[in-house]
């Protein structure tokens, strides 16, 4: 079963990155409500049928960690994704106040729970692990979306890959070209580790008021960034430190990672993880929601 346009009543954007829209739509045939991604790509046609190709082993891949799957499709020189909804988007928009430490935890559970079946089922490495990819729904679950499954779509995005804030790991800084070999396990444990503490924080944890070549030289040669040790306990604070050291050959895996005292201990705790979500975005409902182009904070 192939899901068409035809079949999509459009409705509001939820939002616009690099390389596209996100809207939420109505798919009528299964009164499922889906979020369809557009992503525009200078590509001929054989290029692209092979994207959508390669999406669909995601047809096979369901778990709780990860945003589902419906299916894709192409017309004229765009790709069409469709995703489930989640309600109340990512998780950028949910911590411009910093997030307490039991709800950081479950949050970072749940990403690498995702980041780990993406390795063990699909042999994927995500790519772009970062707020806006991590997405959070009204039950209070946290799932990932935007992993690179399709090696032609990784390609064609990293092309044109620009942007001003970088979660790339100090390995792949220098290494841009060879994007495409050089990519391992190990960044995505980087980028994790600078997502907890943007999450944490309500802020991304480098100088952005710098050139972007002077925040790629902060990453490569300085000293990694931390979890405020006044707000965290030093489980928490020891997770993040390991997640981002900086030599890539003894950053730990996720088996390790969910190993760690700090994630054990998280995952015996019960956390009200819908009412946090509900509250945090009632309070992005109140700044403006939607409309607001970027977090309060940057
Ligand atoms: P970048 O282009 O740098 O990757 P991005 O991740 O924000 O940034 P998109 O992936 O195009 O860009 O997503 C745009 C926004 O749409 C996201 O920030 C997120 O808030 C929202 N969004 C994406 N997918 C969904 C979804 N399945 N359900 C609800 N909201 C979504
Ligand atoms: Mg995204």
């Not at 469709?82 to 950028?92: A, I, V």
């Not at 730990?252 to 979500?277: C, F, G, T």
Request: aromatic share 10%; hydrophobic share 40%; glycine share 6%.
């Amino acid at each position: 079963y192939n899901i068409t346009m035809k079949e999509m009543e459009v409705l509001e954007v939820l939002g616009s990155g690099q390389y596209g829209t996100v809207r939420r739509v109505y798919h009528r045939p299964t009164c499922v409500p889906m979020a369809l991604k557009e992503i525009r790509l200078e590509l001929n046609n054989q290029a692209l049928r092979q994207i959508i190709m390669e999406l669909d082993v995601l047809h096979k891949a369901r778990s709780p960690y990860i945003v589902d799957f419906y299916g894709a499709f192409f017309i004229e020189s765009c790709v069409y994704y469709c995703m489930e909804f989640m309600d109340y988007g990512s998780l950028d928009r949910l911590y411009p106040a910093g997030i307490p430490e039991d709800i950081l935890g479950k949050i970072t559970l749940s990403t690498v729970r995702g980041l780990m079946f993406l390795k063990d089922e699909l042999n994927v490495i995500h790519r772009d692990v970062k707020p806006t990819n991590i997405l959070v729904n009204k039950k209070g679950e946290v799932k990932l979306c935007d992993f690179g499954v399709s090696g032609q779509l990784n390609q064609s995005l990293a092309k044109t890959h620009v942007g001003c804030q970088s979660y790339m790991a100090p390995e792949r800084i220098f290494d841009v070209e060879n994007s495409a070999v050089g990519y391992t396990i190990q960044s995505d444990v980087w980028s994790l580790g600078l997502t907890i503490i943007e999450v944490a924080t309500g802020r991304y944890p480098y100088d952005i008021s710098t050139n972007m070549f002077e925040q790629l030289n902060a990453i490569v040669h300085g000293d990694p960034p931390k979890l405020p040790e006044s707000r965290y306990s030093p489980l928490a604070c020891d997770f993040v430190a390991r997640c981002l050291t900086k030599l890539s050959t003894v950053r730990p895996a996720y088996p390790e990672l969910l190993q760690h005292p700090w994630l054990v201990e998280v995952d015996a705790k019960d956390v009200d993880m819908e009412d946090w979500a509900a509250r945090s975005y009632g309070l992005y409902l109140a700044r403006g929601g939607n409309r607001q182009v970027a977090p309060l904070i940057k």
